[in-house]
Structure formats: C-alpha cells, structure tokens
C-alpha cells in the first residue's frame, strides 16, 4: 500500500472501495494487503482489520455489502469466509442473478439503496441481515448505487449527476445530508474510490486536494 496522507492504493489500485470494505465495527481487507497495510488501515478507520478473500480473489468491495449490523455477501463467497465474517456480525449470501452485493447495495447502519432490479427475496434479506429499511434507486441513474455512492452514518457522497429526484430519496430513506463529488482526478464512481466510516476515510492516491475536501464536508469530518 502506498500512503500520502489520505491518500491510499490498495492491491496496487487507486480503486481501493473495489478491493476493500469498512464499517463503524471492521475494515475488510485482501490477501494482497499486508501487516502495514492493516496497520494503516487500523489507525485511519480507527476499527480492527480482517483478511478476507470473499470468494473469488482480492475485489472484496465490489463483492461484500456491510455495515456494523452485519454482511450480505456474493452467493460464491465460501464457508470459510463465512465464518471470518460471522466474527464480525450477521452473514447471508445475497439470493440474486446479480451478485456483486457491494456494487449494488449503498448501505449504513439505517438504510440502504439497492439495484432496482433485486427480487422482493434479496431485499427482504439485505433488510433482516443488516437491519435497515431498503428501498429500491438509483443515483445519477445508474443502478450499481454501491460504487456510485458513499454512505456513512453522518452523510452521503454521490455521483455527480444525480438528479434533484434521487437526492430527494436519498435524503428521506437516510435521514442524512447528501452532497456530490468525484475521486481519482474525476472519477464520478466514488464508491470505487473512497473508504469511510464514522471515524475515518481514505481515498484513491489519485485524488486531488479538492477532491478531499469535498469527501471531508460531504461525509461530517469537518468540524
């Protein structure tokens, strides 16, 4: 992992919500992230690390939806990351055709925006697993809302082109400000770029100054 202040890679990649997932309770890291990394990772979310492969190799963000409740899952992560999860809180496999749960779950410890086109039953367990009310969106009128979006339990940062409709959903499902911003020199894809939660961030080492400081003013750091 290469640092400059909050400033991160992961795996080598400036997509670091891709390849990892943080909550108020835990900060999912991969294989590649060694004892440093964590150790970074530690002091800036200030929440322990945990090493998990999430089935299919080292994109744990894309794959894992969480939040300090618990974790819904792709149906391939295996038994094994199951129980590293279950150490941490609720787990269940997300029921669906369309799998990446943390492409297309945005989700705090209150709510959660999902891909519209998630069956009653994969919402009905993203609600019973993570312990939120889920409603069905869009943001910027993409459906992966996970990396179009960052939600912490003090605010949301949003893809650019979201519409006066969709913030007006946001606000009422979350009860929570909601700004726009980019990452990575312009990456309208925030959720790719950002990790957060109520006490820390990091983003993309391809994120510029003012960048940052929009995170820093969308997601309550700022005082």
């Given at each position: 992992?290469?640092?400059?202040?909050?400033?991160?890679?992961?795996?080598?990649?400036?997509?670091?919500?891709?390849?990892?997932?943080?909550?108020?309770?835990?900060?999912?890291?991969?294989?590649?992230?060694?004892?440093?990394?964590?150790?970074?990772?530690?002091?800036?979310?200030?929440?322990?690390?945990?090493?998990?492969?999430?089935?299919?190799?080292?994109?744990?963000?894309?794959?894992?939806?969480?939040?300090?409740?618990?974790?819904?899952?792709?149906?391939?992560?295996?038994?094994?990351?199951?129980?590293?999860?279950?150490?941490?809180?609720?787990?269940?496999?997300?029921?669906?055709?369309?799998?990446?749960?943390?492409?297309?779950?945005?989700?705090?410890?209150?709510?959660?925006?999902?891909?519209?086109?998630?069956?009653?039953?994969?919402?009905?367990?993203?609600?019973?697993?993570?312990?939120?009310?889920?409603?069905?969106?869009?943001?910027?009128?993409?459906?992966?809302?996970?990396?179009?979006?960052?939600?912490?339990?003090?605010?949301?940062?949003v893809h650019p082109r979201v519409s006066d409709e969709e913030i007006?959903?946001?606000?009422?499902?979350?009860?929570?400000?909601?700004?726009?911003?980019?990452?990575?020199?312009?990456?309208?894809?925030?959720?790719?770029?950002?990790?957060?939660?109520?006490?820390?961030?990091?983003?993309?080492?391809?994120?510029?100054?003012?960048?940052?400081?929009?995170?820093?003013?969308?997601?309550?750091?700022?005082?």
């Amino acid at each position: 992992m290469l640092v400059t202040d909050k400033r991160i890679k992961i795996a080598g990649s400036s997509l670091i919500g891709v390849f990892a997932k943080c909550t108020d309770k835990v900060v999912l890291v991969p294989q590649e992230a060694g004892e440093a990394d964590r150790q970074v990772l530690e002091a800036g979310l200030k929440v322990p690390a945990a090493v998990v492969l999430a089935g299919v190799g080292s994109v744990l963000g894309s794959l894992v939806a969480a939040n300090s409740n618990g974790f819904v899952v792709t149906h391939h992560a295996g038994n094994e990351e199951i129980e590293i999860l279950r150490e941490h809180g609720r787990v269940a496999r997300l029921p669906a055709r369309i799998n990446a749960a943390g492409n297309v779950i945005l989700v705090n410890d209150s709510a959660a925006l999902v891909h519209p086109e998630l069956s009653g039953r994969a919402c009905e367990t993203i609600e019973q697993t993570l312990g939120v009310k889920g409603e069905k969106g869009t943001i910027g009128g993409l459906k992966t809302v996970g990396m179009a979006g960052v939600a912490t339990n003090k605010g949301l940062l949003v893809h650019p082109r979201v519409s006066d409709e969709e913030i007006a959903v946001l606000e009422r499902l979350f009860g929570l400000p909601v700004d726009v911003g980019t990452v990575n020199l312009g990456s309208p894809l925030v959720g790719s770029g950002v990790l957060a939660n109520s006490y820390g961030y990091f983003a993309g080492v391809g994120t510029s100054g003012p960048e940052l400081g929009r995170i820093e003013d969308a997601l309550g750091y700022l005082v």
